[in-house]
């Protein structure tokens, strides 16, 4: 055929359609996008830092029938063979997909980044040094120095320099009496233990609610008789994880959610981190204090929709009390704040910021703590004020880009434990 027979094929009415209709589909999947882009940040990562998964998986099949009109422009076999390529992709994903939601695969293992389980195991004579970075920082993808440290447990597997069978002051918490991005020495319970003169361990792990703490202390052989026990309740997640602790069931692991056996997904995950590599929370949830800049992990997220977890934590600790004087301790509580409480009247938001008013953000765990506190006669401790102090003169206490103390956060709280266990006369 000669060219000038091939223009004109190509020009007749019915290939003239083919070619409309793949402009049609083409500019229906680029409106889609253009309407439904993000133009503000929102939490999280998106594609370009624009879109959802979701809103790709609509627009991707419009441009495929678009390369699928355009290919029967030119000729039936480009269409067929095009159809072809797209089945037979088609049918491999469907295969690797469907075998990772009968587990055949664990595309989730696959692609899980390697995670230390220093402070969330119970492992006895641990001896580790190494670097790590600030949470909320590396999760949003900000510029952060590495944190050196040096993690010894002692025979318990709590985080304890000297490798004692037990202590006059068991300190009782999670992550943020662990302090795993400070010297051992500059924890809470070291700085307490030099300040009052008594022995003093701490009793924590990672991601333990108030519920498991009192499990991990009870079931522990460590001596009670005519010690104290001081609980610390961390207004950051512990309603959280009270919640997690209940639907739990012991000894069972939680199914994978059904996106996390998808490849596609996890594909489309990694591709959001190439292309946007500052989460949306850096512009949310970050405040300018000077010239540095901190961030905000626990927000309304950390009360919205759990604060029925209130009854269950207290209910817990009351039976926890019970508990302790059955074998001759007494409880004291201390209420650890979170961030943005103590950092927020100090903040500049910038114009996208959703913390402000930060106030909205802050619910009423030290209230309802210091309530049920005086209700049962349990001695407690809110560390707000001491806190605030700290950062009202210039000594901020927490790590910039972290939901934890720095060692000044870690020095004033035990300062402020040591004057209401042992007030000078």
Not at 24 to 47: E, K, T
Not at 159 to 169: C, F, H, L, S
Not at 213 to 227: A, M, Q
Request: overall charge negative; hydrophobic content about 45%; glycine content about 8%.
């Amino acid at each position: 055929m000669s060219l000038r027979s091939r223009i004109h094929s190509l020009c007749a009415p019915g290939n003239q359609s083919l070619l409309a209709l793949a402009g049609l589909f083409l500019l229906l999947g680029a409106g889609f996008l253009w309407v439904v882009a993000q133009p503000s940040p929102i939490p999280g990562r998106l594609l370009f830092g624009l879109w959802r998964g979701s809103e790709i998986a609509v627009a991707a099949p419009l441009v495929g029938l678009a390369v699928l009109a355009a290919a029967r422009y030119f000729s039936k076999s480009n269409f067929y063979s095009v159809l072809l390529s797209f089945g037979s992709v088609g049918v491999l994903v469907a295969l690797i997909e469907l075998a990772g939601i009968l587990g055949v695969v664990e595309w989730k293992e696959i692609f899980k980044k390697p995670v230390s389980n220093l402070s969330w195991e119970p492992t006895p004579y641990v001896n580790e040094t190494g670097t790590t970075q600030q949470d909320t920082a590396s999760a949003w993808g900000m510029p952060a120095e590495s944190i050196d440290f040096h993690f010894i447990t002692d025979r318990h597997g709590f985080r304890n320099d000297d490798d004692r069978p037990g202590a006059e002051i068991y300190v009782l918490g999670d992550s943020i009496v662990v302090g795993a991005l400070v010297p051992a020495a500059d924890t809470v319970t070291a700085q307490l233990e030099r300040l009052l003169g008594r022995t003093t361990m701490q009793v924590a792990l990672s991601g333990l609610s108030p519920q498991a703490e009192h499990d991990l202390i009870l079931s522990s052989e460590l001596p009670l008789e005519g010690r104290t026990v001081i609980q610390f309740l961390f207004e950051g997640n512990d309603l959280l994880d009270s919640r997690q602790y209940r639907q739990a069931s012991p000894g069972v692991q939680r199914a994978p959610q059904f996106k996390d056996r998808l490849l596609l997904n996890h594909l489309l995950v990694q591709l959001q981190y190439l292309t946007q590599p500052q989460a949306g929370e850096v512009l949310l949830r970050t405040c300018e204090i000077g010239e540095q800049a901190f961030t905000f992990g626990w927000t309304k997220n950390s009360f919205q929709g759990v604060q029925d977890e209130y009854e269950h934590i207290f209910s817990a600790i009351r039976d926890f009390r019970l508990a302790l004087e059955a074998r001759g301790a007494t409880l004291a509580l201390v209420v650890v704040p979170k961030k943005l409480r103590v950092l927020g009247p100090l903040c500049q938001f910038g114009p996208d910021s959703d913390l402000t008013p930060f106030e909205a953000h802050l619910g009423e765990f030290p209230q309802r703590v210091a309530g049920f506190a005086e209700q049962n006669a349990i001695p407690v401790l809110d560390l707000t004020n001491a806190l605030a102090q700290s950062a009202i003169s210039g000594d901020v206490p927490w790590f910039w880009g972290d939901t934890h103390w720095n060692a000044t956060g870690h020095r004033v709280a035990a300062a402020a434990v040591a004057r209401w266990h042992h007030p000078a006369p």
